[in-house]
């Protein structure tokens, strides 16, 4: 079997343990005769892998008793409309929440909410072209905000808060769909916390709500029941039928993760990897990353070549090197290296001989 390095931004790699674990039980999960995805998800075997993952993220993350974890569809393009839905408070027609825009995940967030009601951009690195994020006394939070949203890790910039914004008594909000589980977080400093699962949590088609129990069950007039975060966490994330298969794969992943030491493990292993690439980035004039130091992701690398003309030559030598999905996000070209918890430091090691070798032979 051969696994080639991926560093696709998402869906992301898987670890190898966590897919080999998966195919062997695939067609005979634990001796009942048939696979997760054929069980019903009121089945007491389904509801021990459930209970098992939300455990599992509960201990990885120290989750507090007072949040709710919930399990959800529609990826975190769905929480952009289910945040202001569930957040709002006051009166219709009044509704405002504090935004800070650092790329193109929170403008989306942004436009989203703003369907449903006013949005303060707090901050803006627009004029920078994305390349940092805004210091705490930069933010202009407004007293009527329902809540602060912001993007921790802006999976295509690359760019990353090196702390967590202070909003007082309103409810901080986060989309954590990229950097989620990278290292340990502190739940309690936020009001509620989402995550696509496809970069750092599992496959795609599941969305993971952390959210501090006394924010549920206000919602805005007309919201439906599938968006009601409280309609989710009565039913245990199971109102209506869950994706079973992702959340199962998920929960492998969970226990991988506790396996390899919990989230300061992961944090010493992902730390040494981004130290790793971006320090042969800045050391190669063959290489550039326009990103302030301290705001430089630790899981999505973007970088450039010195000659843009060589970028499909790039491509196709890293790929035919067994070295896949290195092409920057379609809105911002380059390159970009997306190094979440499942990319070894082995592959960022080869990641980065290949990048001196090409840099030699085409510099
Ligand atoms: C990938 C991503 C999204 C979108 O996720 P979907 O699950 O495709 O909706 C949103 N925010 C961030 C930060 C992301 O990385």
């Known amino acids: 079997m051969s696994r080639a390095f991926n560093f696709c931004a998402g869906p992301a790699a898987l670890p190898t343990a966590v897919l080999e674990r998966a195919r062997e039980e695939m067609t005979d999960w634990h001796g009942k005769g048939l696979s997760v995805m054929e069980m019903s998800h009121r089945s007491k075997e389904f509801v021990s892998v459930a209970e098992k993952a939300e455990q599992d993220l509960r201990e990885l993350l120290a989750i507090p008793a007072n949040y709710k974890v919930l399990f959800m569809q529609g990826g975190a393009s769905s929480q952009f409309a289910m945040v202001p839905m569930n957040l709002f408070r006051g009166e219709p027609g009044g509704y405002q929440a504090d935004y800070i825009n650092t790329g193109q995940w929170s403008k989306k967030a942004i436009a989203e909410a703003r369907r449903y009601g006013d949005v303060n951009v707090a901050a803006t690195t627009e004029a920078d072209h994305f390349t940092s994020a805004p210091a705490q006394s930069e933010l202009n939070l407004s007293d009527g905000a329902s809540y602060v949203h912001y993007t921790p890790n802006e999976t295509i910039g690359g760019v990353a808060f090196d702390y967590i914004p202070e909003t007082g008594d309103k409810p901080l909000v986060a989309d954590f769909s990229s950097s989620i589980l990278s290292e340990p977080l502190d739940v309690s400093k936020y009001g509620l916390i989402y995550a696509g699962a496809q970069k750092n949590i599992g496959p795609a088609g599941l969305c993971v709500v952390i959210v501090r129990d006394d924010l549920l069950g206000q919602t805005i007039a007309g919201t439906p029941t599938m968006f009601d975060y409280k309609v989710a966490a009565d039913a245990a994330s199971m109102y209506n039928t869950p994706p079973t298969y992702s959340w199962y794969l998920a929960g492998l992943v969970f226990e991988w993760l506790k396996e390899q030491g919990g989230l300061s493990a992961m944090a010493e292993i992902n730390g040494r990897k981004a130290a790793k690439l971006y320090g042969f980035i800045d050391g190669n004039d063959f290489y550039a990353n326009p990103v302030a130091v301290n ?10 070549l010195a000659d843009a003309g060589l970028d499909k030559t790039f491509l196709a030598e890293s790929e035919a090197a067994g070295l896949l999905n290195l092409a920057g996000h379609r809105s911002v ?16 090691d080869a990641l980065i001989a290949f990048m001196a070798d090409f840099a030699q032979r085409h510099g």
């Open 295 to 304: 705001n430089r992701s630790k899981m999505n690398v973007p970088f450039t």
């Open 333 to 348: 070209g380059g390159m970009r290296a997306s190094i979440y918890n499942a990319v070894s430091e082995d592959a960022v």
